[in-house]
């Protein structure tokens, strides 16, 4: 069975530039989350979609990040424009149905982010 | 809301012996669930071990262990015959499952080094 799959592993950008980061879940994976993580720090969610619907955004800076998942499948997380602080690792989970199953998400490798 | 605390930022343990990562949370749910996972350099992230709060007896997976203090709000982790593959960071979190919106949340860190 194929993981999740991300994408790219590594961006350098400049700030006010933009970037975007693709995540595809593991097939039939209903629930998928992006994880922002700073180093040091544990991973903070962003955004957690369920099929296509967003469940909980509350900690996504709208301002500046979005992210989408139009067929319920594979998504996209972008950042315009961003700042230092947003270096980070993004992480990708899925999960079959939410946490219901057995609450174990399945992260990607990530997409490591330095803004300069 | 729900904290995960995680003290010890760095550990070390010799190959073959037991180290015990430590782990307090708080949250105000009556049915929630623990989790320890482990992120190895520039990998993802994969799920040790997981105990349900209303089990009284601790997990268990072959070389790891928890130790489960629910009045104490506590969420150890042993490693038994500690191996150089089990050098990694490891993340406690915790996870609420009542209501509809399941939020998963991480704890800093522990920064597991194995010595040969």
């Known amino acids: 069975e194929a993981g999740v799959a991300q994408s790219p592993r590594y961006k350098i950008i400049e700030k006010r530039q933009s970037v975007a980061f693709w995540c595809n879940p593991i097939?039939?994976?209903?629930?998928l989350y992006w994880y922002q993580q700073i180093l040091g720090q544990g991973p903070k969610l962003l955004i957690q979609f369920q099929n296509n619907g967003v469940v909980d955004d509350s900690q996504l800076p709208k301002d500046r990040f979005s992210a989408e998942r139009l067929k319920g499948v594979d998504s996209t997380l972008k950042i315009q424009p961003a700042k230092l602080e947003d270096s980070a690792v993004y992480l990708c989970?899925?999960?079959?149905?939410?946490?219901?199953?057995?609450?174990?998400?399945?992260f990607g490798e990530g997409s490591r982010l330095t803004v300069l | 809301a729900q904290t995960v605390t995680q003290s010890q930022p760095e550990m070390s343990v010799q190959e073959a012996e037991t180290v015990t990562l430590s782990c307090t949370y708080d949250t105000s749910e009556s049915d929630y669930y623990l989790f320890w996972y482990k992120q190895p350099p520039s990998r993802q992230m994969i799920l040790v071990i997981r105990q349900e709060a209303y089990k009284q007896q601790n997990a268990t997976e072959n070389r790891f262990s928890v130790n489960f203090q629910k009045a104490a709000k506590s969420f150890s982790l042993k490693i038994s015959d500690s191996q150089l593959g089990d050098a990694a960071m490891y993340f406690c979190a915790s996870l609420n499952s009542g209501g509809s919106n399941y939020k998963l949340t991480f704890g800093k860190g522990t920064l597991l080094t194995v010595n040969p």
């Open positions: 989970a899925s999960s079959p149905q939410g946490y219901r199953t057995t609450g174990e998400l399945f």
């Open positions: 097939s039939g994976h209903a629930t």
